[in-house]
């Protein structure tokens, strides 16, 4: 049965409230992740995960109450050293081993086992994708997961073929030295203005918690990230049903232009297509026209579009 008690309010996302759950010390100290669950509490017993991408939080209170409309209790996790979980003598996004993040999930559907849910369709946007895909391949046999829903998986970092053939090898392998060392890096700046409604776009959130222009990555989230893409570009083998959702197209550009609103900014949709493709298993990758790096927050036609296709697929598993 829910456990109201544990959870309280959370102001900054209506219609929600937040737990807190610690995690053991790091090398920086005191650690937390953040679970948010909607206020909706549908019957029975099947759930969404949500994990968000890098340089992000959960803030699309729009698809929560999608889902939980069709009957799915939704659940939102703020990994550590992001949104809610940053805390004040952290790096923001700091991060040394993928490991850090699988113990977020680990508690995270450990609290949702003492809910009651039984079942859950785990998904993931850009960075959330990459790790949801990796937590489902390092745990083929667990007993709530049912599905995988990868948005615009991280499954390459978008530089040049020099970067991507050479120097990120050279920096993880740095890493194990100095884990600290800040390494530029980063997307376009047009991004979050296509999103943000305060430029070009719809949405409401704290710039404090997703920046248009993101701090410098330290090598030690470098080789962390670069390490788990490595292993997805061999081709994880996932035992649960995965569905794929990504942009049609790509956009680049050093000055603003309408297409940053109906096209992929973040990522290059080559890598993402075929490094899907490589997934062992039941994969469903759908292209979705006009649609920005994370699907949902794409304009409200074409991400109804897609959320359309998002349930049809789901009702088979979860």
């Known amino acids: 049965m829910p456990v109201p008690f544990l959870y309280s309010d959370c102001t900054n996302a209506k219609g929600f409230e937040q737990l807190k759950i610690a995690q053991p010390d790091d090398y920086e100290g005191k650690v937390v992740c953040t679970l948010l669950r909607s206020k909706t509490n549908p019957s029975g017993h099947k759930a969404i995960l949500y994990l968000h991408g890098f ?63 039984e079942m859950v369709l785990l998904y993931g ?33 978008n530089e040049d073929w020099l970067t991507r053939k050479l120097l990120l090898h050279l920096t993880a392998f740095l890493a194990s030295w100095f884990p600290d060392a800040l390494v530029p890096g980063g997307f376009s700046k047009f991004y979050g203005p296509s999103l943000h409604q305060s430029a070009y776009g719809e949405w409401d959130y704290k710039l404090e918690w997703k920046p248009h222009i993101m701090p410098k990555v330290n090598m030690g989230w470098t080789k962390a990230i670069f390490r788990c893409q490595q292993e997805a570009q061999k081709g994880l083998e996932i035992k649960q049903p995965v569905l794929v959702l990504h942009p049609e197209k790509s956009v680049y550009g050093h000055k603003w232009k309408k297409e940053f609103s109906t096209a992929d900014a973040v990522l290059r949709v080559s890598s ?20 920005v790096h994370d699907v949902m927050l794409s304009q409200k036609p074409v991400r109804e579009m897609a959320f359309a296709q998002l349930i049809n697929w789901a009702k088979k598993y979860v």
């Open 55 to 117: 340089n992000d939080y959960f803030f699309n209170n729009w698809l929560g109450n999608q889902l939980a409309d069709q009957a799915y209790h939704f659940y939102a996790l703020d990994l550590r050293k992001s949104g809610r979980s940053w805390l004040p003598h952290q790096k923001f996004n700091n991060l040394r081993h993928i490991s850090e993040y699988m113990e977020d999930i680990d508690a995270a559907l450990a609290q949702l086992a003492s809910e009651g849910i």
């Open 125 to 157: 946007h850009s960075m959330g994708g990459l790790m949801a895909a990796y937590y489902a391949s390092k745990h083929p046999h667990h007993n709530m997961i049912r599905a995988v829903v990868l948005n615009s998986p991280f499954f390459e970092m």
């Open 272 to 291: 993402i297509r075929k490094f899907s493709q490589k997934i062992k298993g039941d994969c469903t990758i759908l292209a979705i026209e006009n649609a």
